[in-house]
């Protein structure tokens, strides 16, 4: 008896998968452990065959492994990436973090290690393939995005820079778009992780970290040479904003955070050093803050003990 098609499973059963792996058992596997999630599942065997299959527009995502005879997962890849953005899912050998961070940062979409449980397979490419929808879950309007010189169009998924379009790959567009929503703020790690790569963020995964260096090359920099992305060590990214010398202010105790223009705090120096020559800020969080200002007033609040302030501009 067949299992009855669910919202879930007629939404995916339009989405056709390629498999391109060399290893014919694996294959089979997959597209037995697929089929039941209702995708519809092309094998080949063969990169070169994977390649002209990949950009004959009849699929939805690949997934790509990087041990091929004669022609590499990663040939594969970069002969994709020249023509197409379609989604590629990367299989590495377990624990080979050069593979993957290689296979990253050349433009796929994420990796899986071998050996994988199929459904978390399943469940990887579901997430790669709803951030490729228009419809992503990240979106809030259809309202293009402005920020400086950058324009970000949800509905079209199309991004621009001085006019000119960006070829991002849909991890690297919900990236933006994410990093666009709250230009001058820092983004955590967690919630990137969270809500690009649809998982749960690891200490030891950092693959939010080379899509944010893959975005920055795409974008390029300011004006003035200074990263549009600026990380936040610690913490996460932000997007700067180009009027602005950002000085992030955080206290441990509350993990309360602060985003300033230098000109809205003073001189001075926190716990004996001074982290920014035009900043200080002291004090804190519930209660009050104390904070001199360049014209010598001063509003007073209680001292917060392991108070810092960095600047990220």
């Known amino acids: 008896m067949s ?32 089929t039941r999630e209702w995708f519809q599942i092309a094998c080949v065997n063969r990169g070169a065959e994977g390649v002209d299959r990949a950009l004959s527009g009849d699929y939805s995502l690949v997934v790509l492994d990087v041990m091929m005879p004669e022609l590499t997962g990663f040939d594969v890849l970069r002969r994709i990436r020249t023509t197409s ?17 290689l296979g990253l940062e050349m433009g796929a979409d994420d990796y899986l290690p071998k050996p994988f449980n199929p459904p978390e397979l399943a469940a990887r490419i579901r997430a790669i393939l709803r951030r490729a929808q228009p419809e992503s879950r990240l979106q809030t309007g259809t309202t293009p995005l402005v920020v400086g010189d950058v324009e970000l169009d949800p509905g079209a998924r199309v991004a621009r820079r001085d006019g000119r ?23 955590g790690r967690e919630k990137l992780t969270r809500e690009v790569l649809s998982r749960e963020f690891s200490p030891f995964d950092r693959s939010i970290d080379t899509h944010v260096c893959n975005l920055r090359k795409k974008v390029g920099q300011l004006d003035d040479g200074t990263e549009r992305i600026k990380g936040v060590r610690g913490i996460g990214y932000l997007y700067a904003l180009h009027m602005w010398n950002v000085v992030v202010c955080y206290a441990t105790v509350h993990q309360t955070i602060w985003i300033l223009p230098v000109d809205s705090v003073c001189r001075g120096d926190v716990a004996g050093n001074v982290w920014h020559p035009c900043a200080l800020l002291r004090g804190a969080v519930a209660g009050g803050a104390s904070r001199d200002h360049a014209d010598g007033s001063r509003k007073s609040g209680p001292h917060v003990r392991d108070f810092r302030t960095r600047c990220v501009a």
């Not at 953005?85 to 961070?101: C, E, N």
């Open 165 to 187: 379009p960006l070829n991002l790959t849909s991890v690297e567009f919900d990236l933006l778009e994410v990093l666009l929503r709250a230009p001058g703020q820092v983004v």
């Open 85 to 101: 953005r379609m989604p590629v899912l990367m299989l590495t050998a377990k624990g080979d973090a050069l593979d993957r961070v």
């Open 3 to 34: 299992p009855r098609m669910t919202d879930t499973s007629q939404e995916v059963a339009a989405h056709r998968v390629l498999v391109i792996d060399a290893d014919i058992e694996l294959c089979n596997l997959v597209t037995r452990f697929l």
